[in-house]
């Protein structure tokens, strides 16, 4: 047809070949998946996802972590705090990171994302790529941290739907992991997910 | 304050700590880039992307190819063709490779994206990492190629604002790379980006 007579005249068969994500894992050396941190705002997700990121990553595996500090201002700079920019913001982290599972990558989102409808959404489209971890540490201990100072806002009614305190925070009734992240020490949580990681033979054991 | 309070309450200190791209550019050997394909529909862009692809993961590097077929019905499904939707759906394609970057991947991008201003702008937000690669097959050479039956379509009117018969496309003035990509085989075009990647110190030679 059109394309054969094309490519006969120039002499030219241009084939597409693919390098597919077997492809990518083997030459990893590790499967691909998401990890999905969720937690209240100071329950420490963004800090075990960089700590677990980092011990993926001394072992050779290919990790990168998404959060608010790379996509806030970047890919989803154009979405605010309304319920509908909510969504299509766990929408879009969830897309990205099947791109980056496609890619060969152990990727570690660390997002609030409150409710159980957006983080289902996230699972349905990553499947069997989607764990799900719960950093569970109770809000008087968020609280208590006030890291960024924003509990204090959202009692003093300066941040409208605050999750916990003015908006719930739907926690997980299957998360594959749950760290006790307001009461131990951060490499006890890590090992923990290292642990689980190994256990489902997501990653081979760390190099002792 | 109330940080360290809580910390030592709970006898935690919870440090954040990166891998950064460069850690990840050691590790994987070479340095990340996005190679930015551009060209008309039926130029080759994405059949030329995915052969550069193979190459460079033959090498051992870590690649991921961005086109249409793994974005349109995905991240970027919620757009359809209006001029704006084009111009977010590259903004994001942008976003999306800068995240890739940053995991250390060498990243190809295959989109018509027919504006300079649009492509201007992904330079902009890439910086150094942008390496525009124009495929500068003819117009006549894709219609006549036609894999997709599209220009068939647009000439009868059946598909509005199509690049190169309703829609401008402006090509590059200072593209990085040239391809012919009408007019010579696949491995040679390959062969080209190679020699550029490697003369540009992005990756280093082939092992022979």
């Given at each position: 047809m059109g394309k054969r007579e094309a490519s006969k005249s120039t002499n030219i068969v241009w084939h597409q070949s693919h390098v597919t994500r077997d492809m990518r894992e083997a030459q990893a050396g590790h499967r691909a998946a998401v990890l999905w941190f969720t937690g209240l705002s100071?329950?420490?997700?963004?800090?075990?996802?960089h700590?677990?990121?980092?011990?993926?990553?001394?072992?050779?595996?290919?990790?990168?972590?998404?959060?608010?500090?790379?996509?806030?201002?970047?890919l989803c700079g154009d979405l605010g705090f309304s319920d509908?920019?909510?969504?299509?913001n766990i929408?879009?982290?969830?897309?990205?990171?099947?791109?980056?599972?496609?890619?060969g990558v152990?990727?570690?989102?660390?997002?609030?994302?409150?409710?159980?409808?957006?983080?289902?959404?996230?699972?349905?489209?990553?499947?069997?790529?989607?764990?799900?971890i719960y950093c569970d540490t109770p809000l008087d201990v968020?609280?208590?941290r006030d890291v960024k100072g924003l509990y204090a806002k959202a009692r003093a009614g300066e941040i409208p739907a605050f999750t916990g305190i003015s908006?719930?925070?739907?926690a997980p009734e299957h998360a594959e992991i749950v760290v006790p992240t307001g009461s131990e020490p951060i490499e006890l949580s890590v090992d923990r997910v290292m642990a689980w990681l190994e256990a489902h033979q997501w990653i081979r054991g760390e190099k002792k």
């Open positions: 100071g329950s420490g997700k963004s800090t075990l996802a700590a677990v990121e980092k011990r993926l990553h001394g072992m050779g595996a290919r990790t990168f972590v998404i959060d608010g500090d790379n996509v806030r201002h970047g509908d920019d909510r969504v299509e929408r879009r982290v969830a897309e990205v990171a099947g791109l980056f599972v496609e890619a152990l990727t570690l989102t660390a997002f609030i994302s409150p409710f159980r409808r957006d983080r289902a959404q996230a699972r349905e489209l990553l499947g069997d790529d989607f764990i799900e968020c609280e208590e908006s719930p925070y739907e």
